[in-house]
């Protein structure tokens, strides 16, 4: 029974300045790649193990919610075993301390910018990319005529204008609810654009920075940084409320809409059902290719 594969869920956090985006590429950085290569040199597998991840982030995009999964034999997790102990408990019903000890390795052989924060077997059915029910994102902006805290500037951007919360309020309420998204992402062969985007607003913390929460069930690519980018326009007072809706209605990519930068967006949290009945039905449901209904 311990050769047979045994799947993990893995917590994790980066600084995604210095990485070329989460997915896996030859000869770059990449927040997959460094991940894999620890497992595989902690572990002493002959290759890295593949991971699924929740979403995928570009290149300079951080996070502190992200999730992976990956199956691994379960004798591998031996070397994690402290040496000289011996036991006669099977490692099956030890996973909850092998788990803590692979959080507490794996700490010592990733590099700073990304941590596993926890690792621990998920319910039956758990696929980390399609179980998962909602991403959580937050931009983040200061328009402070003086700029960004020097010790945020990795993850906050400095908008060189005034901005007006209600208005951005005002126009992104409007872009709420499921929507071909086509005008706000770059498409990718047999990929819908379709989401559901369930929460779009802005708030001025005290500090003053700025913070859109943006939450879909999934997102595509460079949509929520689009989202962004037409919003702020928004509220520097160079578009109308009305103009970003205007803009998803065409569905077609607007040259007028900038891509916000990458550094000022956090993945904050992924959610997932609880049950292994409800893991299952989420990821039908994820697989299924969506079209709009009238």
Excluded at 121 to 129: E, L, M, Q, T
Excluded at 164 to 179: P, T
Excluded at 189 to 216: H, K, Q, Y
Aim: charged letters at 30%; proline letters at 7%; aromatic letters at 6%.
């Amino acid at each position: 029974m311990d050769r047979d594969p045994v799947r993990f869920r893995l917590d994790l956090g980066y600084d995604g300045t210095d990485f070329q985006g989460w997915a896996r590429q030859p000869g770059l950085r990449t927040v997959q790649g460094e991940l894999e290569a620890a497992l595989a040199t902690l572990l002493r597998l002959e290759a890295p193990p593949r991971l699924t991840v929740a979403g995928r982030t570009d290149a300079g995009v951080h996070a502190r919610g992200q999730v992976v999964h990956v199956d691994l034999p379960l004798a591998a997790l031996a070397v994690l075993e402290p040496r000289g102990r011996e036991t006669a408990t099977p490692p099956a019903e030890r996973l909850p301390e092998l788990c803590s000890a692979l959080v507490r390795r794996l700490a010592a052989v990733l590099p700073p910018d990304v941590r596993v924060f926890a690792v621990s077997v998920p319910p039956d059915g758990f696929d980390a990319r399609f179980s998962a029910l909602c991403r959580r994102y937050c931009y983040r902006v200061c328009d402070a005529p003086g700029g960004v805290d020097p010790l945020r500037r990795r993850e906050v951007l400095w908008y060189p204008k005034p901005l007006d919360v209600e208005l951005m309020n005002a126009a992104s309420v409007r872009l709420l609810g499921e929507h071909d998204f086509a005008a706000f992402c770059k498409k990718r062969e047999g990929a819908t654009t379709i989401r559901e985007l369930r929460r779009f607003e802005w708030a001025r913390r005290d500090d003053g920075i700025i913070e859109a929460t943006v939450v879909a069930d999934a997102f595509c690519h460079s949509m929520v940084r689009s989202l962004v980018g037409a919003v702020l326009a928004v509220g520097e007072g160079k578009r109308p409320v009305e103009w970003p809706a205007e803009v998803l209605a065409r569905a077609v990519r607007d040259s007028a809409v900038r891509v916000a930068p990458a550094h000022g967006l956090t993945l904050e949290e992924v959610r997932y059902p609880e049950t292994a009945e409800e893991l299952a039905r989420r990821a039908a449901q994820a697989r299924r290719v969506r079209t709009l209904t009238s």
